[in-house]
């Protein structure tokens, strides 16, 4: 039984709470980072706080071994004195969105090969995909998860925006999402990108652009010459 300790009650601490309590082998234990008067002992304490407060919650913290689950903060920004990890789990949390942790990546982190086993056993306990990612890897597949979900996002928000001002009910655009979505688990993006831009259908693209205000302009701009620069 390896005990696990969870400082931090957000999105993903409220998550990984809910999953370890029905995880064999798992005892889990969750506290507040507010509240680090008396800090439980664990074989595994998991910070799970905003970016910011790790270094001064880890400091803290005199339990042996010590991870984050940041996406952009190095292992050694950990400020505890004994051993350091990271679980790191690439997907977006929303406290009332359940989460199927056998679909999320786990990049796990550690000082020692032992502690890394230790992470893998705590990770596969409650998911199945474990990667040994190192703290330079983890800050740039950080940066592409914004490219793939937080731009992505805020380009459904547009493309929301264009229908509510024409009366198009958003949902018609839905399967058109979902199957862009699941076709790069076959095609390359590259492979699969189509479209006026790819195409060079400047007749298209000076439509779109009619359509549109300026801010939006703008950003179909960058994109069409993005594609069509091959970036």
């Known amino acids: 039984m390896i005990s696990v300790l969870l400082i931090g009650k957000g999105n993903v601490g409220s998550h990984l709470y809910k ?89 796990l982190e550690a000082e020692n090969i032992n502690d890394y086993k230790t992470l893998e056993i705590v990770a596969k306990s409650i998911g199945k995909k474990t990667y040994p990612i190192s703290s330079e890897q983890r800050n740039t597949l950080h940066v592409a998860a914004v490219f793939v979900n937080n731009f992505t996002n805020h380009l459904y928000k547009i493309g929301n925006d264009i229908c509510k001002e024409n009366n198009v009910p958003f949902e018609i655009l839905q399967s058109l999402i979902k199957e862009t979505a699941s076709k790069i688990e076959t095609l390359s993006p590259e492979k699969a990108q189509t ?27 960058i994109f069409t010459k993005s594609i069509q620069n091959g970036n």
């Open 19 to 107: 999953a370890f309590l029905n995880a064999d082998g798992i005892a889990v234990t969750q506290i507040s980072s507010r509240k680090l008067e008396v800090i439980p002992q664990a074989d595994v304490t998991i910070i799970a706080v905003s970016d910011d407060a790790i270094a001064e919650i880890s400091s803290k913290i005199k339990n042996d071994f010590v991870v984050h689950t940041s996406g952009s903060v190095s292992m050694n920004d950990l400020k505890n004195d004994s051993k350091k990890g990271v679980f790191y789990m690439l997907q977006t949390f929303s406290k009332d969105k359940k989460v199927d942790f056998s679909e999320v990546p786990f990049c």
């Open 195 to 221: 479209g006026p831009a790819i195409r060079n259908d400047e007749k298209t693209i000076k439509n779109h652009l009619n359509l549109l205000d300026k801010n939006q302009q703008k950003i179909y701009k």
